[in-house]
């Protein structure tokens, strides 16, 4: 993931961390994500991981962020739209 904060189906933790303001971050309320992080894919409910996004959480974007706040930079999270066309492959 390097040092990339943001792309056409995601966004990262650190940048809303940073830019918990800004007209981005605003424009991901309301949307269905999964959540990633350096282990992969969260499994529903937060229990465990999976490199499936058939088997993945999907969850509003805002208690994806409410259950990774927390995390550190280490985690490396990211919110990966649920309905981006990378996910649907």
Known sequence: ???VLFGDDF?????????PNSARTKQW???IVMIESDHGLWRP??????DKYSTSW???????????????????????????KRVCQ
């Not at 966004?11 to 830019?19: A, E, Q």
């Open 11 to 19: 966004i990262t933790l650190k940048y809303i961390k940073r830019y």
């Open 58 to 84: 999907v969850v509003l974007f805002e208690k994806a962020v409410k259950h990774t706040y927390h995390c550190g930079p280490e985690k490396r999270v990211k919110y990966i739209d649920a309905n981006s």
């Open 45 to 50: 409910d937060a229990k465990g991981y999976t």
């Open 1 to 3: 993931m390097g040092n």
């Open 29 to 31: 309320k309301g949307r």
